[in-house]
């Protein structure tokens, strides 16, 4: 027991207590048998656990349903790509314009840095190791070089983000916090000779660490006693300590340092809070840990296993058929192997028969399958979602039941948002605190258009939090498409049987509602031009009536009406759209299929559509645009 708080020791202590901390962590998870656990399903999920079969003398044979179901359960999660949403402090017009830099960066990241592969390896890895965490930091040695350091002569560059997948026994915590975690201690590896060239004070104290001598193995070979280690190998752990800011450390604290007790670095946390986010299938209660559904199967998959290497072994020993008959009978083994022999036995003796050792009860079978009919229900993976639909099913039947799989599993969904909506706020807060130097990045722009973006994080800021627009779960299924199909089909959406078919072949449904999605796309797109004070054009095919309606949406806030020219630009496009959709041909509307709004011919007058003064036209023209100062010389 101490009365100093163990995260305020001063920088020449502060590595011993905090290994102390790790070795505490990992001893935990050994005497609770929550590491044994873990490598029984490390080693079920690999495909290894067929070895414990074939070290009891048994064939060893498995069939890995427990991973295929995993599988399952990660890419039902993970099928559609995330749609990040930037939310801005406030609704004004500079606000709302950062948002659409702050949506195309993000959609950046997933699709240049690889944060679509490590959100799906996250999902995965939180059902086989019960919860799994991905951290955000600032690597100030990435990205380009943007001038030279006076006193080291070395390089400075402008920094970028680093994302890095931990697993439960690489993220050390608070084991009696069931709530909010104050502090962390992640593990690493990196390569030693990068880092001596980063900390060349301590060059000679990092290379001469062996990573043959290290006190803690990484998780793999924690998890599999059959892992052998590359010998002499540079990558050495590094320990990185996060603390929150809280009233005892009222900035927080960061601490860098190896297991020879060498602080790298230590001072206060350098972000808004610790960026270590965690997913998992469901928390346990009164616990710092999660859990998941997996944990139950495996029982089932061991007791699977044991049944297939009984038939193996059954069939291996007994597959080859083997003759009895009397003694004396005077048959010989010859004359079995030849075959098409005239067999001769002594009279009175019977003649030689098979003897039938190689038939496994029924029984065996019928667990068998009932113990994957067990592992499906309790997983929640039913065999429609697996792809073993009964042929007696109608489509809106399949969607239903393996829409249910999608419910069953709701709980990893929410997990899985959570973790993407942290991941973006960290992305975008981070950016604001570091970007200082103008950096490019390719933007997608909401039409799937890329363009180059120069920004800073002054083009940030005002962005305070990222927000992920779930898909319905219905349309993460092909059944619940196909069934979609069909109600498209009967609206009349669907228009050909080549889109009908593509729709069965390929379960999409995208190139079905691809005019309408392009023309939506268009309006919004125009909208965001709209609300940075751009000028738009209107042409003869748009869907006035959508337009207009969308256009007006604009100035629905008091902030937009409080911009001119913002105001005049919208006004002026809804009196275009007006104007070409009085001249529209009948033609050309009804093979678009929209309204005609064509003015009757000259003398018949239509006072529907007559226009005696244009109110719209009229409030344009009557906005007052501010005027540039006068020069007071």
């Known amino acids: 027991m101490s009365d100093v708080y163990f995260g305020s020791r001063p920088t020449i202590e502060i590595s011993k207590y905090l290994l102390e901390k790790v070795q505490d962590y990992h001893n935990y998870l050994s005497n609770s048998g929550m590491l044994e656990q873990l490598r029984k399903s490390y080693k079920t999920f690999k495909g290894d656990s067929y070895i414990d079969n074939l070290q009891s003398g048994l064939k060893a044979y498995q069939t890995n349903h427990y991973a295929n179901l995993i599988r399952h359960i990660s890419i039902m999660t993970t099928s559609q790509r995330p749609a990040f949403q930037a939310r801005a402090i406030n609704s004004d017009f500079e606000s709302?314009?950062?948002?659409?830099?702050?949506?195309?960066?993000?959609?950046?990241?997933?699709?240049?840095?690889?944060?679509?592969?490590?959100?799906?390896?996250?999902?995965?890895?939180?059902?086989?190791?019960?919860?799994?965490?991905?951290?955000?930091?600032?690597?100030?040695?990435?990205?380009?070089?943007?001038?030279?350091?006076?006193?080291?002569?070395?390089?400075?560059?402008?920094?970028?983000?680093?994302?890095?997948?931990?697993?439960?026994?690489?993220?050390v915590r608070d084991v009696n916090n069931y709530g909010k975690q104050e502090w962390y201690i992640t593990v690493e590896k990196k390569n030693k000779f990068d880092l001596a060239k980063q900390y060349p004070e301590l060059e000679s104290r990092i290379t001469s660490i062996s990573s043959s001598n290290s006190k803690f193995k990484n998780y793999e070979a924690t998890l599999n006693p059959t892992y052998i280690k590359q010998p002499n190998s540079d990558l050495i752990n590094v320990y990185t300590f996060i603390h929150d800011k809280t009233t005892v450390l009222e900035n927080g604290r960061m601490v860098v340092f190896l297991e020879d007790e060498t602080v790298l670095f230590d001072g206060g946390l350098p972000y808004q809070k610790p960026y270590i986010f965690k997913i998992t299938p469901s928390q346990l209660p009164e616990s710092s840990f999660g859990s998941s559904p997996a944990m139950d199967l495996l029982p089932l998959q061991t007791a699977l296993d044991s049944c297939y290497s009984t038939i193996l072994t059954n069939m291996s020993a007994f597959g080859v058929q083997n003759i009895v008959s009397e003694k004396g009978a005077g048959l010989t083994v010859n004359q079995i192997g030849e075959g098409l022999n005239l067999i001769e036995i002594q009279k009175g003796f019977q003649p030689p028969q098979p003897l039938q050792l190689l038939q496994t009860s029924p029984e065996v079978y019928n667990f068998a399958n009932s113990l994957i009919q067990n592992m499906e229900n309790i997983s929640g993976?039913?065999?429609?979602?697996?792809?073993?639909?009964?042929?007696?099913?109608?489509?809106?039947?399949?969607?239903?039941?393996?829409?249910?799989?999608?419910?069953?599993?709701?709980?990893?969904?929410?997990?899985?948002?959570?973790?993407?909506?942290?991941?973006?706020?960290?992305?975008i807060e981070l950016l604001q605190t570091f970007a200082y130097s103008p950096r490019i990045a390719t933007i997608v722009g909401k039409n799937n258009k890329s363009y180059i973006k120069e920004f800073s994080n002054q083009d940030l800021m005002g962005i305070n939090k990222v927000v992920v627009d779930s898909a319905n779960a219905l349309t993460k299924t092909q059944a619940g498409k196909v069934e979609i199909a069909n109600n498209l089909l009967q609206t009349g959406l669907i228009k050909t049987p080549e889109q009908y078919i593509q729709v069965l072949t390929t379960g999409t449904i995208d190139p079905i509602l691809e005019s309408n999605q392009s023309q939506n796309l268009l309006i919004k797109d125009e909208n965001e031009w709209l609300l940075e004070g751009k000028t738009v054009i209107a042409i003869m095919t748009d869907n006035h009536s959508e337009h207009v309606i969308n256009h007006a949406t604009v100035l629905n806030s008091p902030e937009a009406r409080l911009q001119p020219q913002v105001i005049q630009n919208v006004?002026?496009?809804?009196?275009?759209?007006?104007?070409?959709?009085?001249?529209?041909?009948?033609?050309l509307a009804?093979?678009?299929?929209?309204?005609?709004?064509?003015?009757?011919?000259?003398?018949?007058?239509?006072?529907?559509?007559?226009?005696?003064?244009?109110?719209?036209?009229?409030?344009?023209?009557?906005?007052?645009?501010?005027?540039?100062?006068?020069?007071?010389?």
């Open 381 to 427: 993976v039913n065999s429609v979602a697996r792809g073993n639909a009964p042929a007696s099913l109608s489509g809106a039947a399949l969607a239903l039941i393996q829409q249910q799989a999608l419910s069953f599993n709701a709980g990893v969904q929410a997990s899985y948002n959570q973790l993407l909506e942290n991941v973006g706020t960290a992305i």
């Open 571 to 587: 006004l002026n496009h809804i009196q275009e759209h007006i104007n070409l959709s009085k001249t529209q041909d009948p033609i």
């Open 96 to 171: 709302q314009s950062k948002t659409i830099l702050a949506n195309g960066l993000l959609d950046y990241y997933i699709r240049e840095k690889g944060l679509e592969d490590l959100f799906r390896n996250a999902v995965e890895q939180s059902l086989y190791l019960r919860e799994s965490f991905l951290k955000v930091d600032w690597s100030p040695e990435k990205g380009e070089i943007v001038g030279i350091d006076p006193e080291s002569t070395q390089p400075i560059k402008e920094g970028d983000l680093s994302f890095k997948l931990l697993t439960i026994l690489e993220v």
């Open 590 to 633: 009804a093979m678009l299929k929209q309204q005609s709004f064509m003015q009757p011919p000259q003398g018949q007058v239509n006072p529907e559509t007559m226009d005696i003064q244009n109110p719209i036209t009229q409030q344009a023209e009557a906005v007052n645009l501010p005027q540039p100062a006068q020069s007071p010389l």
